[in-house]
């Protein structure tokens, strides 16, 4: 039998494949789920159970949520990476950790072939297979959805006449939960007209009356809550705990995918948008004007390559240096009041706020320069315009 390591979600899609690749293709199936924060240890034994029911020969849960933050999340925050202006790249970003956590278990396992579940028409085939294909040519890439052209009903229909129960209901919205948040696909998502119905969110309101909460920040770090301590990933949890109860971070992501359509998702990210938000406001009070243009040019291009599978690339490693050089300054508290669906941002405390009274207060007096050093610094600075109106009106 061809030893195969199918990257398991628990899903539709990746449940057909470990039935039909164990059942009907007699590969030696092993299942592994590559944990980024969407499952706790209940969820994980369950989808355990499901994969050998399934005919998987094994199953592994790889714990990948700090090599998660570290390899990916902490630049994101640090570049203040929103797709599209809106989107926080919740799973495009998981996905590079997955594929790289994947090819290192096949390896161990002397696996001949690799599978996933993902479809032709979106984004994950392409995170997938670009990873596998550099770094593990040798790995034949397996994908039963893709190949096969299969609807979602089809699927199920598969299962059931196998004698595996899966019902269209817990098939009807496409859920992928990570410690950067979770995308919600239903056929709302299809086309461009409907929002998502409230249901369709992981979380509901159950807070209503506003709280405040301060956040501090070192080094571009999320490193306490309402002075709390507590590993940035913790925080990012706690974060997530508090914020989803009133229903913060819901939007829908339209874009172009890495295939050349349009794509839409929704997605609720309550811990990520809160924090690139306030992250960005400490940083508005302490980098120079000319650090705050520069990182969001190369920030956009971060997580532009981040989205379309091209971690790999040396420009990345290249990016990510300039983008934690950034951060040496950006500390100090953010404070936060949350209500239902939004938040407020009220300002900052940081011994590196560069809105230091002692050098004047803006559009109420000056301490530095004299009034006739304002207008000749004006004089000097209209040089350029005077020469091209006069040039110009010839």
């Not at 009034?371 to 009106?393: H, V, Y």
Request: net charge negative.
């Amino acid at each position: 039998m061809k030893k195969l390591v199918l990257a398991y979600s628990g899903g539709l899609d990746t449940s057909y494949c470990a039935h039909q690749l164990s059942q009907q293709e007699g590969y030696e199936v092993h299942a592994v789920t590559v944990n980024t924060g969407g499952f706790d240890a209940g969820q994980l034994s369950g989808i355990e159970a499901r994969a050998l029911e399934l005919g998987a020969t094994s199953y592994t849960a790889i714990d990948a949520v700090q090599t998660f933050y570290d390899k990916v999340v902490k630049y994101l925050i640090f570049g203040n990476v929103l797709r599209n202006n809106t989107y926080p790249l919740s799973v495009s970003a998981e996905r590079i950790v997955q594929a790289l956590e994947i090819v290192g278990h096949a390896r161990k396992l002397g696996a001949t072939h690799i599978a996933h579940g993902s479809t032709g028409a979106g984004n994950d085939q392409v995170r997938f297979d670009l990873i596998f294909q550099i770094i593990a040519p040798e790995i034949e890439i397996i994908t039963p959805i893709r190949d096969r052209q299969l609807s979602r009903e089809a699927e199920i229909a598969y299962l059931q006449e196998n004698g595996i129960t899966y019902s269209w209901e817990k098939a009807k919205y496409s859920i992928n939960q990570g410690l950067w948040g979770t995308s919600v696909g239903g056929v709302e998502t299809l086309s461009s007209r409907k929002a998502l119905p409230e249901q369709a969110y992981p979380s509901q309101l159950t807070e209503k009356e506003p709280r405040s909460i301060a956040l501090t920040f070192k080094k571009g770090e999320l490193t306490a809550i309402d002075g709390k301590q507590a590993s940035p990933v913790e925080n990012i949890r706690s974060l997530e705990a508090i914020a989803s109860a009133y229903a913060i971070g819901r939007d829908i992501h339209v874009g172009d995918t890495i295939i050349g359509i349009k794509g839409r998702v929704g997605f609720e990210a309550a811990s990520a948008l809160i924090t690139i938000k306030a992250h960005h406001l400490l940083e508005k009070h302490t980098l120079s004007k000319w650090q705050q243009f520069q990182k969001e040019q190369l920030a956009n291009f971060y997580g532009m390559l981040l989205h379309e599978g091209q971690y790999l690339d040396e420009v990345m490693r290249n990016l990510e240096a300039f983008l934690s050089d950034t951060q040496r300054h950006v500390s100090g508290d953010v404070f936060v009041t949350l209500h239902p669906y939004r938040f407020e941002l009220e300002g900052i405390e940081s011994e590196n706020d560069l809105m230091n009274a002692s050098f004047g207060s803006y559009g109420e007096m000056n301490k530095g320069w004299t009034a006739e050093e304002a207008k000749g610094f004006i004089k000097i600075l209209s040089n350029p315009g005077k020469i091209a109106r006069k040039t110009q009106a010839k």
